[in-house]
């Protein structure tokens, strides 16, 4: 039996069944990495650069020996394998040159990413965490997405990039942006968020094969969550929106760990009557806007669960397009659910009352339902 | 040197010449849409270094890029559309003078971000040695000395010498980062020093004269396509006119400086040579000139009669694809 991926998308049951269905069990990361994998094996232009996506470069062992040259039967070293080990085994298979190590230049780096998918090959970068994103705003903003259209169409920038964002693991202020529309804002420019191994899977390859630039965020607090994953090829086509779960008194919207959050809210809030619809937008750019409009002319009541901060965020986005489309669906006011206008804190108790919580999400459905 | 090659390097730089100086007559009538930023006096730069390449070989470029993308082949009919905002430009209207572009020449591009266009350079070396096609297709990174106060130029560089990509740094000292002297910033008396920090060769050639900087630019370029690595050369030179069209420079430079540059006009040492060599005639330096000449007359024609683009091209070209 063939995975019919389609089904994730406005399907009627939420996530399809996956019964009889080839594939295993996973996590996040590790679908992540066969992903990659498959993708550097089927295609030998895609290539991936990134600080430490191997780590201990230029070092070779065989047996315990070291060479600091490449010699026959030693393997370059996979110290690190990547941040949160992403890259994990892919130089010893691949090679130094296909799984490049960088020095710390993400300007540097980005922007000889984009020369090299300007020149005919498809390079992946890995930017490490998200926050990073601003030390190469300029490559990615001037060079990445204008080249196409200020050049009048005459190239392409088939360029895939990756980096981890979110609170929620004691990073701090400066490991743990989620700031998706400082992306979603730029043309030229495509976002993707996935929310589980599935979609990791889907998202990735379909970023890789696409000949636009494209932004992968993975969220830190989904890469050791687990779910089924089939053997078989995904490829999400960029731009749809999921149901993680049909309901019929409010629309609960998330993107990547918010789904997540959502998804348990509902499955909660079932034994006391309110029944939730989740939709999972996975991709930010393009944005899905035809399974927003739909799901709110059915339940007439929308929250908005995204962890960037509130001020031009996904949220208000999202927000604006329901009041001015889809305003007489509305039996209640669009209820937005954020991180507040702060940097993330350190401390455990600050940082966790910065995220969204499902016990949030909760208060504003109860905001609503009755309304 | 070849008459053939000879004859070559002369129309070029006459054509860049003649194209800074009718596109900013043109400017100043009001067709540019926008600012254009003149590079008369560089000519010899981007002629001498451009003379080594091929369709294959790629080029980064800076706001000032007329002169880069004629040096690499482009048509000055669709140069002189795209400053005038013409669906027939080379990027259909929709870059100006400042976005020039010509993928099927193998320049990546001008680009008015300072510094911007150095990794792309890089970028497309790293496609070279990815490809191993290193012989036929090295990147040469065009920048002013004023890039060199950016960060991404010393990133390019490192990861060009760590990685031994086939690039050519070009910096174009023209001594003004706009207004301000490169004395004031630049800590450095010869830029091609910066080179010594990426172990790579560095050289400082006369970017007045097409001979010096093709002699050198010959050998940088031959130990790229041999897989020696990069080469940081810097050209000093001037440019006439100010930082863009509207600019009055003489309201941060004296008329002495600009004497003394004058004085060796790339254009007119190379008639000189080669006239007291008899390497060329008058005859076939007129023969050129008019061909030229005659060439902007053509160029301003075609620009002058081609249609704007429709509206609907505001919104294309953004994606490959976006929404269905």
């Known amino acids: 039996m063939t995975f019919d991926y389609s089904q994730t998308f406005r399907g009627l049951a939420g996530l399809p069944n996956t019964d009889n269905v080839p594939g295993s069990e996973m996590r996040y990361r590790d679908a992540f990495n066969l992903t990659l994998r498959a993708e550097l094996e089927r295609d030998p232009s895609v290539f991936v650069m990134g ?48 799984i490049k190590d960088t020095p710390i230049s993400e300007a540097g780096v980005l922007g000889a990413a984009i020369g090299a998918a300007l020149t005919g090959t498809r390079p992946v970068v890995d930017l490490m965490y ?70 990791v899977k889907g998202l990735l390859s379909a970023s890789i094969r696409d000949d636009d630039p494209v932004f992968l965020v993975n969220d830190k607090k989904l890469i050791n969550l687990s779910g089924f994953v089939p053997d078989a090829e995904v490829v999400f086509e960029l731009g749809k929106g999921r149901y993680l779960r049909r309901g019929t008194d409010v629309t609960l919207i998330g993107m990547a760990y918010t789904s997540e959050i959502c998804r348990k809210v509902a499955e909660k809030l079932e034994d006391s009557g309110v029944s939730c619809e ?35 965020s996904m949220a208000s986005e999202i927000s604006s397009i329901i009041a001015d489309k889809g305003f007489d669906f509305l039996d209640a006011p669009i209820k937005k659910v954020n991180s507040p206008h702060t940097p993330v804190p350190y401390n455990r108790d600050l940082e966790f009352s910065f995220m969204p919580s499902e016990e949030r999400v909760i208060k504003a459905i109860q905001e609503i339902v009755e309304y | 040197m070849e008459k053939k090659k000879l004859e070559e390097l002369f129309e070029s730089m006459y054509r860049i010449r003649r194209f800074e100086e009718t596109m900013l007559e043109q400017t100043f009538k009001g067709k540019s849409m926008g600012v254009t930023h003149s590079s008369d006096g560089q000519e010899a730069g981007p002629v001498g270094i451009c003379a ?73 070396a790293l496609s070279s040695k990815y490809n191993g096609t290193e012989d036929d297709s090295v990147g040469v990174a065009f920048f002013g ?23 050519i740094f070009v ?67 001037f440019r006439y006119h100010g930082h863009f069209h509207a600019d009055d420079p003489k309201k941060y430079r004296t008329p002495e400086e600009d004497e003394k540059w004058k004085d060796r006009d790339c254009l007119k040492i190379f008639e000189e040579k080669v006239i007291s060599n008899k390497s060329m005639t008058l005859e076939s330096i007129k023969k050129i000139k008019d061909l030229i000449d005659k060439e902007m007359l053509e160029a301003v024609e075609f620009a002058e009669k081609s249609p704007m683009p429709d509206i609907s091209e505001l919104y294309s070209d953004v994606y490959v694809k976006y929404k269905d």
């Open chain 1, 51 to 98: 600080e430490d996506i191997a780590g201990g470069a230029g070092r070779f062992e065989k047996d315990g020996e070291v060479s600091y040259e490449e010699k026959k039967g030693f393997k370059p070293l996979d110290a690190w394998g990547g941040p949160f080990a992403a890259t994990k085994g892919l130089i010893q298979d691949f090679g130094s040159e296909r």
């Open chain 1, 130 to 199: 998200f926050d990073f994103v601003t030390v190469a705003y300029d490559q990615l903003l001037s060079n990445a997405a204008k080249s196409r259209y200020m050049f009048g169409g005459q190239t392409k920038v088939p360029l895939t990039m990756f980096a981890r964002s979110g609170a929620g693991t004691g990073h701090a202020a400066q490991h743990s942006e989620s700031f998706y529309s400082m992306l979603v804002h730029i043309p030229g420019l495509k976002v993707v968020v996935p929310s589980d191994p599935l979609s």
């Open chain 1, 278 to 312: 989740v939709i999972d937008m996975l991709s930010l750019s393009p944005l899905d806007e035809d399974i927003i409009l739909e799901s709110v002319s059915k339940t007439n009541k929308v929250v908005i669960v995204d962890e960037d901060t509130p001020m031009c």
């Open chain 2, 52 to 124: 080594h390449l091929t369709d294959k070989d790629w080029i980064g470029s800076t706001h000032r890029g007329h002169g880069h993308c004629i040096a690499k082949g482009l048509d000055t009919k669709k140069m002189m559309a795209e400053i005038f905002g013409k669906s027939t430009g080379q990027c259909k209207g929709k870059g100006g003078s400042m976005h020039i572009a010509d993928f099927s020449k193998g320049m990546l591009g001008a680009n008015a971000i300072v510094g911007a266009s150095i990794p792309l350079a890089v970028g497309a």
């Open chain 2, 145 to 167: 000395d004023g890039a060199t106060g950016q960060g991404v130029l010393h990133e390019s560089m490192n990861l060009a010498s760590i990685w031994k990509l086939p690039v």
């Open chain 2, 171 to 237: 910096c174009e000292n023209n001594h003004y980062a706009e207004a301000t002297p490169v004395e004031y910033a630049v800590s450095i008396e010869d830029i091609s020093d910066r080179a010594a920090a990426y172990s790579m060769p560095g050289i400082t050639a006369d970017g007045m004269d097409v001979f010096d900087v093709y002699e050198v630019a010959d050998e940088a370029i031959n130990r790229a396509r041999k897989g020696e690595g990069p080469t940081l050369i810097e050209l000093k030179t």
